[in-house]
C-alpha cells in the first residue's frame, strides 16, 4: 500500500484555498506521508513574509490518500 501527497495552502481569513499541490512521490507509509506534509508546511511557510501570514492567516492543508501499488 502507498500514499500520495496534497497540499493545499489556505487563508484562514478569509476561508479561501490555494488550488492544491501533489508531488507524485509515493510514500511507503501513512507516517512518511504526514512527516513529508509536516515537513512541507514548514519550510513553506517559513518562506513566507511573516507580515503577510499574519495579515492573511497562511496555512496548511493536507491529505494523504491510500493508492494502488505502482
Known amino acids: 500500500m ?3 501527497l496534497t497540499v493545499w495552502v489556505c487563508s484562514f481569513l478569509n476561508n479561501v484555498c490555494a488550488p492544491p499541490v ?9 507516517s512518511e506521508c504526514v ?3 509536516l515537513n512541507y508546511s514548514i ?3 517559513k518562506e ?3 507580515k ?9 492543508k493536507f491529505m494523504c490518500k491510500k493508492v494502488e501499488s505502482v
Open 35 to 37: 512527516d513529508a506534509a
Open 2 to 4: 502507498k500514499f500520495i
Open 22 to 30: 501533489t508531488n507524485n512521490i509515493y510514500y511507503n507509509s501513512w
Open 52 to 60: 503577510e501570514k499574519n495579515n492573511m492567516q497562511l496555512a496548511t
Open 43 to 45: 519550510d513553506f511557510l
Open 48 to 50: 513566507q513574509d511573516v
